[in-house]
């Protein structure tokens, strides 16, 4: 362990100290204006009496310092430190390649999707964001879906299509792959939602208004209804969402709560007076203080960001703000009173409420599914994923089962067992059409679609999807197979293909990616439930009892002998007198067990 009485020995001047462990991993990075004295203060009895401060300073092997020339420069070098080492018990958050954002894509008939980039974006289109909570851009995401009727489909699904989706039928697009709109008409849509994505609620109001008046005056009573019922549910949006304040101008709001060394922060977002939207981080095993917390929070969020609001609140005054505020070229202010500090306690009301609700599980698993999304360049974001899997033996017996995951978790309400309908035997190909025909069939009709299918095979299994999906019309759906290795379940690391529409390889990836994991975790348990609802149908066929062959002894009949003799075995071994005994047995049924008892 480190020997606290070596610190006599460490300079008295402002810089950066990292405590390292007896690999030399960092452990923990700091600042301080005199090194020396702050160290100190981590051994003393009475020096810190931060949670976390025990473990770390039992872990501690080595301390290196480095000297800044001023106290600026030990800000700058503690914030590119712990970027570079990413210290378990620093506040730390993750690379902007977990940053969501929403991009209206440029093409003739563009679409609204949830994307994730690292660095710069693609200039593939105009991009809103980035979101740091993924929640909330699914949520602007389903309420722009909601409102305008573009599209949902690929580029690919678009090019390829004859005849409108189930989403037309529900007014859900106005189905541009077969030209059922005009270009005009989809623009307008698609205008709307940007403006939305800007704020500017209160213009696509008006704009849906005047629509809605131009349709009614040219006699189009049904688009006019349409344009009404986008009204109303915008109005209702923005009434439960939208808060305005005046004194909110153009900010950001920062609300913290704390509980041991658990850590989560909330950011409100206002944008021309009104709340806009909000986001959330959340920290573990974290031995800053609050203030510390929030200034690393600051540097690390609003660092080389291209768009910056005028100015950000927090909850208290930071030991080196006018330093902070010069690195960053931001306002900061801690507001005292007024309506400015009402929103702090909004932003701290929010916050408590988040880190009960959540404790940051929810937010990894959403972090997984956009990796999912990404990876397999999905065109939905899974939040419900559906497994389908068949099993027989030679054909005999064929059936199938149907997992369902909803957020990374399993529901096991939508857990459903299939026997195959009118065939004796049945191959997988059969079977799974078959099951996946009639699933589909019933979502149909309550349109209730999941976002993501999966079946167990491979590019035969995925044809077979996409012909069902074809035949009822269905393309808010997206398909994968996956296959494990010679199509075992047993294995361990294993090699896994999975196939999606449009591509002729399958990708392959990291057996221990845990993306694989979460995908194999959902085929296996809907391979698990197959097999045994499986081996219950052929343990009830191949080991029914030999009675049941036998004229005249019914299932009454059958019941009372066995629950005379136990068993078949001794009852071939009983009386003729013991037999006669069994209640409901007649003289003819005697007959008919001791004759068949002589022939086995």
């Known amino acids: 362990m480190f020997d606290p009485k070596s610190l006599a020995l460490y300079p008295d001047q402002p810089g950066v100290y990292l405590m390292k462990d007896s690999k030399g991993a960092v452990l923990y990075v ?12 981590y051994f003393a009895e009475s020096g810190d009496s931060r949670e976390m401060v025990p473990y770390l300073t039992a872990q501690v092997e080595v301390i290196d310092t480095i000297i800044a020339l001023t106290e600026k420069d030990a800000l700058i070098l503690e914030n590119n430190l712990i970027k570079l080492h990413k210290p378990k018990y620093n506040v730390l958050l993750k690379d902007d390649k977990t940053f969501v954002s929403l991009v209206v894509t440029r093409h003739k008939w563009p679409m609204i999707r949830i994307v994730r980039y690292k660095g710069k974006p693609k200039d593939d289109g105009a991009y809103f964001g980035p ?33 409108p989706c189930l989403l037309y039928d529900i007014k859900r697009c106005i189905a541009p792959c077969v030209n059922r709109c005009s270009e005009e008409e989809y623009a307008g849509h698609v205008e709307s939602a940007t403006r939305l994505l800007k704020g500017q609620d209160k213009e696509v109001l008006t704009e849906l208004n005047r629509r809605m008046d131009q349709a009614a005056n040219a006699l189009e009573f049904e688009k006019a209804g349409t344009y009404l019922e ?33 850590v989560l922060i909330a950011l409100l977002l206002f944008r021309e007076g009104k709340l806009i939207g909000s986001e959330h981080f959340s920290f573990h095993l974290i031995a800053s203080n609050d203030a510390e917390i929030i200034e690393s929070f600051l540097l690390q969020h609003y660092k080389n960001r291209p768009k910056l609001p005028a100015e950000v609140f927090i909850p208290l005054e930071l030991p080196q703000q006018a330093d902070v505020q010069e690195i960053l070229q931001l306002t900061i202010h801690t507001p005292q009173k007024g309506k400015k500090k009402d929103l702090l306690e909004m932003a701290e009301r929010n916050a408590k409420a988040l880190f009960v609700r959540e404790q940051d599980a929810r937010s990894l698993k959403e972090k997984m599914l956009l990796d999912l999304q990404e990876t397999l360049q999905l065109t939905r974001f899974p939040r419900r994923i559906e497994c389908f899997d068949t099993s027989n033996i030679a054909g005999t017996d064929p059936v199938a089962s149907l997992v369902c995951f909803v957020h990374g978790e399993k529901d096991r309400s939508r857990t459903r067992l299939f026997k195959i309908k009118g065939l004796e035997k049945a191959d997988d190909y059969t079977a799974m059409r078959q099951v996946l025909f009639r699933h589909f069939t019933r979502e149909k009709e309550k349109n209730d679609f999941c976002d993501l299918l999966i079946v167990d095979g491979g590019k035969g299994q995925l044809n077979i999807a996409l012909q069902v999906f074809q035949e009822l019309g269905i393309a808010s759906v997206d398909v994968i197979a996956l296959t494990k290795e010679e199509a075992r379940h047993d294995k361990g690391l294993t090699q896994e293909k999975i196939y999606v529409p449009y591509r002729p390889d399958p990708y392959l990836i990291d057996p221990r990616s845990p993306l694989l994991f979460l995908l194999q975790k959902i085929r296996d348990e809907a391979h698990k439930q197959a097999i045994e609802y499986h081996r219950k149908r052929r343990a009830k066929r191949t080991m029914a009892s030999e009675l049941d062959t036998l004229p005249g002894i019914g299932p009454i009949k059958k019941r009372r002998l066995l629950q005379t003799f136990g068993s078949v075995k001794a009852l071939k071994a009983a009386e003729e007198e013991e037999i006669r005994k069994v209640p409901g047995i007649t003289k003819k049924d005697v007959a008919i067990l001791l004759e068949w008892r002589s022939k086995s």
């Open 131 to 163: 979101y740091t909570n993924a929640l909330a851009a699914r949520q602007t995401f389903d309420l722009i879906a909601r409102l305008f009727p573009l599209r949902q489909c690929s580029d690919a699904e678009l090019a390829t299509r004859q005849r």
């Open 30 to 41: 700091g600042k301080a204006k005199n090194l020396r004295s702050r160290l100190k203060q």
């Open 230 to 262: 986008m009204i109303h549910q915008l109005e209702h949006v923005t009434q439960v969402v939208h808060v305005d304040n005046p004194a909110a101008k153009n900010c950001d709001v920062v609300g913290l709560h704390r509980e041991a060394d658990a």
